[in-house]
């Protein structure tokens, strides 16, 4: 009897230890619940540096804005029909864009110029950033949808980020306010944000660190291996670090410097491929909740024997409220959606499904889905 006993309740132990592990795997697919398509007229349209959504107030109408250094365009595609309705030919490789207005389009090239155009492709004004600055030492800006141009008042911000990465001589900061006065002339403002200080003492090297700007104008930061996040006000003052930890990453392994500066390309490669870590941070103005992207770690083969590249993993998305109070984490499939192409807009977050083994992959098309939790959880978050 005893023994029965013992056996009933090791049974009831691994039941609710199952139960417990499937309640914390939410499926963020059941919360996906609209699709956006548009219509494509090449496949390397899929293959965007940036994107956006954005509201044009005299048409009223929200356009899907896709940058591409493929063609040098922007693409602005009606979210109502899908069509493509504005192509505008920029003259040099882009890496990054916003939109004021479609008179006022700011655009970061890959010569690191600061572009002023508008709808019909005519260049207002060209600034070469690191002239305009006063840069002593080689810098590149860093655009794309993780690491936005964030444009507010007279002020544009954007990442700056040193050539070389020095042993114990880290970028000195993540991103510059500049000033924009009214002759397009502009000056520094401010720095603002830095690295953890493990990165300092340790070498690391930082493949996912990301940034957001929410509605009370300060700049959060995410990187790939902190489970926090760091809050820092415009003028660069850090204000606190909140932790926003997934359940699904344990150790948390960034690449050393020394690899990556080295050259030893294989070791990179894998480290991509496989390692888990933070991407991207995600703020929606609409509902003033935050997005955090986590990558599951992998192993360099899948069970049918296939390379898995780094965009093969499964990922989560951590949904923290405005004061970084995590929500739930939501679990997406892997092969599925490119992990680099999210980006929120009105209706929520708008993750591609362009994984070349998707069912809705398509060449002549990209298919949205759009994330939110509008209707509160389905489940309850552990």
């Known amino acids: 009897m005893q023994a029965f006993i013992l056996i009933f309740l090791i049974l009831s132990l691994l039941s609710c230890t199952n139960t417990e592990k499937n309640k914390q795997a939410i499926n963020g697919l059941d919360y996906c619940n609209k699709e956006i398509v548009i219509h494509i007229n090449k496949s390397s349209d899929m293959d965007y540096t940036d994107a956006s959504v954005f509201y044009e107030k005299d048409s009223n109408t929200d356009y899907i804005s896709l940058l591409s250094d493929w063609d040098n365009t922007l693409k602005l595609f009606n979210t109502k029909n899908g069509k493509l309705e504005k192509l505008i030919q920029v003259p040099e490789c882009p890496r990054g864009f916003y939109i004021e207005n479609l008179d006022s389009i700011y655009i970061i090239t890959d010569s690191n110029n600061l572009l002023l155009?508008?709808?019909?492709?005519?260049?207002?004004?060209?600034?070469?950033?690191?002239?305009?600055?006063?840069?002593?030492?080689?810098?590149?800006?860093?655009?794309?949808?993780?690491?936005?141009?964030?444009?507010?008042?007279?002020?544009?911000y954007?990442?700056?980020?040193?050539?070389?990465?020095?042993?114990?001589?880290?970028?000195?900061?993540?991103?510059?306010?500049?000033?924009?006065?009214?002759?397009?002339?502009?000056?520094?403002?401010?720095?603002?944000?830095?690295f953890p200080i493990k990165y300092f003492e340790n070498d690391f090297y930082d493949p996912g660190e990301s940034y957001a700007l929410n509605s009370n104008g300060d700049f959060v930061f995410a990187f790939f291996a902190s489970d926090s996040v760091d809050i820092y006000n415009k003028k660069g003052k850090k204000i606190q670090s909140v932790e926003m930890k997934s359940k699904y990453l344990s150790d948390l392994n960034p690449l050393d410097i020394d690899m990556q500066d080295k050259g030893y390309?294989?070791?990179?490669?894998?480290?991509?491929?496989?390692?888990?870590?933070?991407?991207?941070?995600?703020?929606d103005k609409y509902r003033k909740v935050y997005y955090r992207q986590v990558l599951l770690s992998q192993t360099e083969k899948d069970?049918?024997?296939?390379?898995?590249?780094?965009?093969?993993?499964?990922?989560?998305?951590?949904?923290?409220?405005?004061?970084?109070?995590?929500?739930?984490?939501?679990?997406?499939?892997?092969?599925?959606?490119?992990?680099?192409?999210?980006?929120?807009?009105?209706?929520?977050?708008?993750?591609?499904?362009?994984?070349?083994h998707s069912k809705k992959y398509s060449e002549d098309k990209i298919v949205f889905s759009v994330f939110n939790i509008d209707g509160g959880l389905k489940h309850e978050a552990n």
């Open 117 to 156: 155009i508008d709808e019909y492709s005519n260049v207002e004004k060209k600034v070469i950033i690191k002239s305009a600055l006063n840069l002593t030492q080689e810098y590149n800006a860093l655009v794309w949808a993780r690491i936005p141009i964030i444009k507010d008042n007279q002020n544009l």
């Open 158 to 194: 954007f990442r700056l980020s040193r050539l070389e990465y020095l042993k114990n001589k880290f970028f000195d900061s993540l991103v510059v306010a500049v000033n924009i006065d009214k002759n397009f002339e502009i000056s520094l403002d401010c720095k603002i944000g830095t």
């Open 265 to 283: 390309a294989k070791q990179s490669i894998q480290y991509a491929d496989t390692v888990g870590g933070y991407r991207g941070i995600f703020y």
């Open 303 to 356: 069970s049918l024997g296939r390379k898995n590249l780094h965009k093969d993993r499964k990922w989560t998305v951590i949904v923290a409220d405005s004061n970084l109070k995590t929500i739930g984490e939501f679990m997406f499939p892997a092969r599925e959606f490119d992990i680099n192409g999210v980006f929120v807009g009105k209706d929520g977050l708008y993750i591609p499904h362009t994984h070349p």
